[in-house]
């Protein structure tokens, strides 16, 4: 689910925001707290028993049944084995239930993270920033580590070297994965107008953590610089940090913003670190600068895939796939590094509604393909980059997919076929400002496969609703969730449904699978009676119920 929605913080310095903003932000994030000033050290854990411990290498290594980092193992595959499989699936019943304790009548609900599991303990990270930790054989909350700032997600937490690494709205930390005691703490933003609201990264003793360029008040507001810093897992200290877009923010800093990470970066054999940088602002435009003239050219690094020295940060190279985004079509998703035949890849995808593959030793562009509906202005950033605004429709018109579409949440993959869970929502643009919030319930989606070698769609199974879930590979089966709170299982072979369950409320968040267990969470109650809880599910558990 988006992050994001643009709220200008001037029309120009000294100016106050517009009439059309402020019902953009009522509607949106309507009762959301500003930014948060407080330090990421003025928390509180509430402490259970205590936990087991916990090991020391927080990685998979290939497609194992652990699942301790954000997306599974550090190549971003979001794939594992074990005992699920399609022949099983039918087994998975309700093994327990945790209530959360986010607020859920905030934008976007109460979670969007992937839950992480680490010898035997469950963790996971509400969109208020508290980390809970779950004994994972008995549902049993071992330890709450509550810090109530709010984020718009997807955030979350890994598990490395006996720590659960996470963040707030403006601090990375280290928690204790036994006790849920802080040990570190380390400030990010630069200003009032930056956040953080993703899940960290970690490989060989570095955390990786980025700031955006924008908090739960404002976003792409101007002075806000997405920021990418590589912190020692140890201490919390800075090795090197890379801006992702420039500082002077394309000359207009009072108007400009950009970059930054959704979601976390990946990594190969060597160590190097794979980015893929989300959109420049502001979008459209503003009525003294349209169609993104106030940030003029093809805003590097945003909408980018970037491959960086781990020792250094240097870029190694970089692939801007939507050079003057002007649509916040971000290229957010996490790079799925694998395998197409012999040749290493990087597969991409984002709010763009396309899936791209690179080569991992050159960058280049291997294919591209547009997958879920579009309408026929996937160029306009070009047109509007190069002045050719005869070339854009006048107001008002609707593009495909709109901000809330495309592949809005991580793929995942196997080794024949990459898997994207996607939003057919479009959005209509009245004027040089975001368009109105479209509800997740008035669109569906697809889950769709792709050959990794031909980059030719293999299948798509149509969604009543939006999959916020992205995909989880366990084995032959591909896992997503929808909005209204079900989680499907399609056969990887053939895209046919293998099962489905329903959760206590709408979910904005992916599925997790750690051997037996299936884990997945529901936080954004829509009517009376949901509620907010994470749900383990087992194979043979509530058998002959």
């Known amino acids: 689910m988006p992050r994001k929605t643009w709220i200008p913080r001037t029309t120009r310095p000294g100016r106050p925001a517009s009439a059309a903003a402020a019902v953009l932000l009522t509607v949106a994030l309507a009762g ?43 190549a971003g595959t979001r794939r594992v084995g074990g005992p699920i499989s399609s022949r099983t699936v039918a087994r998975l019943g309700v093994a327990w239930r945790v209530p959360l304790q986010a607020r859920t009548d905030l934008w976007p609900g109460g979670h969007a993270a992937t839950p992480v599991v680490a010898d035997g303990v469950v963790y996971t990270q509400d969109l208020d920033s508290n980390v809970y930790a779950v004994e994972l054989s008995t549902g049993r909350l071992l330890w709450t580590r509550t810090y109530d700032l709010r984020s718009v997600g997807p955030n979350g937490v890994a598990v490395a070297y006996g720590k659960v690494f996470g963040a707030t709205s403006t601090h990375a930390f280290a928690l ?92 190969d054999q060597d160590g190097d670190v794979y980015a893929s ?24 690094y945003s909408n980018s895939m970037v491959k960086l020295d781990a020792r250094t940060g240097k870029v190694v190279w970089h692939n801007q796939v939507l050079p003057h985004d002007i649509y916040d079509w971000d290229f957010q998703n996490s790079p799925v590094l694998t395998r197409a035949g012999r040749r290493p890849v990087v597969v991409g995808s984002g709010k763009m509604g396309v899936v791209y593959q690179f080569d991992e030793v050159t960058g ?60 057919n929502v479009g959005a209509t643009w009245e004027r040089q400002e975001p368009p109105p919030v479209v509800s997740p319930t008035e669109s569906g989606g697809e889950l769709t ?72 969470v529901a936080a954004w109650p829509q009517s009376e009676g949901q509620r907010p809880e994470l749900v383990a599910y087992r194979l043979g558990a509530g058998e002959g119920r």
Do not use: C
């Not at 402490?47 to 020391?56: F, I, L, N, Y």
């Not at 369950?501 to 267990?517: E, I, R």
């Open 32 to 74: 959301q707290p500003g930014t948060a000033s407080g330090l990421a050290g003025a928390s509180a854990v509430t402490a259970g028993p205590a936990a087991p411990a916990v090991g020391t290498a927080g990685q998979v290594a290939g497609p194992g049944t652990s699942w301790s980092l954000p997306n599974a193992d550090k």
């Open 176 to 267: 204790d994965a036994r006790t849920g005691a802080e040990l570190w703490s380390r400030k990010l933003v630069q200003n009032d107008f930056e956040g953080i609201d993703m899940a960290p990264g970690v490989d060989h003793g570095t955390v990786y953590v980025s700031t955006v360029p924008g908090n739960a008040g404002h976003f792409l507001a101007g002075e806000g610089q997405g920021v990418l810093w590589a912190l020692d897992a140890r201490t919390g200290v800075p090795k090197w940090s890379f801006d992702t877009v420039p500082k002077d923010l394309w000359g207009r800093p009072d108007l400009n913003a950009g970059g930054g990470l959704w979601y976390p970066p990946s990594f």
């Open 277 to 300: 940088v989300a959109n420049p602002g502001p979008f459209i435009g503003t009525a003294e600068f349209p169609w993104g003239s106030s940030r003029p050219g093809p805003n590097l």
């Open 364 to 423: 280049k562009l291997l294919w591209k393909r547009p997958v879920g509906r579009h309408n026929g202005h996937d160029d306009d950033n070009l047109h509007a980059m190069r002045g050719e605004y005869d070339k854009l429709s006048a107001f008002p018109y609707t593009v495909y997919p709109g901000v809330l579409g495309g592949v809005i949440s991580p793929a995942a993959a196997d080794d024949t076929k990459v898997y994207v869970a996607v939003n």
């Open 449 to 520: 496969a792709i050959d990794l070698v031909t980059g030719r769609i293999a299948w798509t199974h149509p969604l009543d609703q939006s999959p916020f879930g992205g995909a989880t590979v366990v084995n032959d089966l591909v896992f997503t969730t929808t909005f209204d709170g079900t989680v499907h299982a399609v056969r990887a072979g053939t895209g046919e449904l293998a099962w489905q369950a329903g959760l206590p409320a709408a979910t904005n968040s992916p599925v997790a699978v750690h051997g037996a267990y299936l884990l997945a």
